[in-house]
T-cell receptor, first 114, second 113 residues
Framework: KAGVTQTPRYLIKTRGQQVTLSCSPI?????VSWYQQTPGQGLQFLFE???????NKGNFPGRFSGRQFSNSRSEMNVSTLELGDSALYLC?????????????FGSGTQLSVL | DAKTTQPTSMDCAEGRAANLPCNHS???????VYWYRQIHSQGPQYIIH???NNETNEMASLIITEDRKSSTLILPHATLRDTAVYYC??????????????FGQGTILTVHP
């Protein structure tokens, strides 16, 4: 099976712009989670989607949003970019049901805000 | 906040076993112990997980104490490619926790030639 695919791998934006990142989960996985990783804060949970519905959300401002499509692919959007949004954005997929699940991560999108 | 405590860094000689400890004294009865590792600028890689019993797969072994308050990840024959940050995570997939892994600072494992 192909792994979790994130596009693009690198992105450069300027303050005030918005950005959309894409994540294709492993085939058969219905849950997609998003994380932000920065040197100062480490890996932080953004939100999780299952069957096109957001089930869980982390402590991030409303500028961070996401959605999931019927084929389980997911996108996350950041509006009105700030310098502090520069980070590695990671998505992970899983089946989304049951205990003892394994989450599989993509390679991430490195976002730089200038 | 992370529910686990790990040493900040560890060293290991190539070819020797690497034993990475983790304390999780507040783990609840149905939470699993997971180990992931992350090589610089890549996504975390799943290694192994367990509930109560010791587990082994092609990558590593996981030893969980009987009281479940601590665990050890064992890489039996460390190679230079095992140099990474190793995260110990307690997690129960369900309810309001689906997909929500809580990462701490992890242990930086450096494997030396």
């Amino acid at each position: 099976k192909a792994g979790v695919t994130q596009t693009p791998r690198y992105l450069i934006k300027t303050r005030g712009q918005q950005v959309t990142l894409s994540c294709s989960p492993i085939s058969g996985h219905r849950s997609v989670s998003w994380y932000q990783q920065t040197p100062g804060q480490g890996l932080q949970f953004l939100f999780e989607y299952f069957s096109e519905t957001q089930r869980n959300k982390g402590n991030f401002p409303g500028r961070f949003s996401g959605r999931q499509f019927s084929n389980s692919r997911s996108e996350m959007n950041v509006s009105t970019l700030e310098l502090g949004d520069s980070a590695l954005y990671l998505c992970a997929s899983s089946q989304g049901q049951g205990e003892g699940e394994k989450l599989f991560f993509g390679s991430g999108t490195q976002l730089s805000v200038l | 906040d992370a529910k686990t405590t790990q040493p900040t860094s560890m060293d290991c000689a190539e070819g020797r076993a690497a034993n990475l400890p983790c304390n999780h004294s507040t783990i609840s009865g149905n939470e699993y112990v997971y180990w992931y590792r992350q090589i610089h600028s890549q996504g975390p890689q799943y290694i192994i997980h367990g509930l109560k019993n010791n587990e082994t797969n092609e990558m590593a072994s996981l030893i969980i104490t009987e009281d479940r308050k601590s665990s050890t990840l064992i890489l039996p024959h460390a190679t230079l490619r095992d140099t990474a940050v190793y995260y110990c995570i307690v997690y129960l997939s369900g309810g309001t926790s689906y997909g929500k892994l809580t990462f701490g600072q992890g242990t930086i494992l450096t494997v030396h030639p």
